[in-house]
């Protein structure tokens, strides 16, 4: 096996099998499962998985509870939601609450594979327009505690960048609006992530649109 350790938190047996067969046939190493939200934070912090595929709707304590509670642990997992619908309500609130991005339960085996070994390199699960249309979608109507981050820390281009990325550019629509390389809109990136202490672009989406630099509908 190869590639990220993952945990599996759903609360329906089948699809915690059915998830662990498609994983493994395709080199990816499932350490362990949970059927409840409290279970999936025990298992994060016992088996120190890289990225846990979570189920945002469980009895007890459900997926965004255990997203949130996840990514303040130590280390760097990542949580990827399970819905059965790609315009969930949650889907908004899971990304505030850190989620690195969602998926559809009816997912494909080859996405599947995919998404989980994208979403350890902290890159967009979802193309960035994808995640935009899903935040201005739901940001105007759930009530979600604000971000609270000191963006003069920015130097004006790296707010210009982060405006462009909460807009859903990708990093070679912003080269090209910019008029710089892709390399130095990556290290611009970079430099954004680690000054606001994002972990991936979701997050910045999000917090985009949190901190009023895009509003729904701009």
Do not use: W
């Amino acid at each position: 096996m190869s590639g990220p350790r993952v945990v599996i938190a759903d609360d329906q047996a089948f699809v915690r099998i059915g998830f662990r067969m498609i994983l493994g046939s395709g080199g990816v190493e499932v350490v362990g499962e949970a059927a409840d939200g409290a279970e999936a934070v025990t298992a994060v912090r016992e088996l120190r998985p890289d990225v846990v595929l979570m189920d945002i709707r469980m009895p007890g304590m459900d997926g965004l509870e255990a997203c949130r509670r996840i990514v303040r642990e130590p280390g760097d997992c990542r949580v990827l939601m399970l819905t059965t619908f790609d315009l969930d309500r949650y889907v908004y609130e899971a990304l505030a609450a850190g989620a690195s991005g969602f998926l559809l339960k009816d997912v494909t085996p080859e996405h599947l594979v995919a998404a989980v070994r994208l979403i350890e390199t902290g890159d967009a699960l979802l193309a960035p327009s994808i995640t935009r249309r899903l935040v201005e979608r739901f940001a105007s109507g759930v009530s979600v505690p604000a971000v609270h981050r000191d963006l003069a820390v920015l130097t004006p281009r790296e707010r210009e960048v982060l405006t462009l990325v909460g807009s859903g550019r990708s990093n070679s629509e912003i080269a090209g609006h910019l008029t710089l390389s892709e390399a130095t809109v990556k290290t611009h990136v970079a430099r954004i992530f680690a000054k606001l202490e994002l972990r991936d672009r979701a997050q910045a989406v999000v917090l985009a649109y949190e901190t009023g630099l895009v509003t729904p509908g701009a």
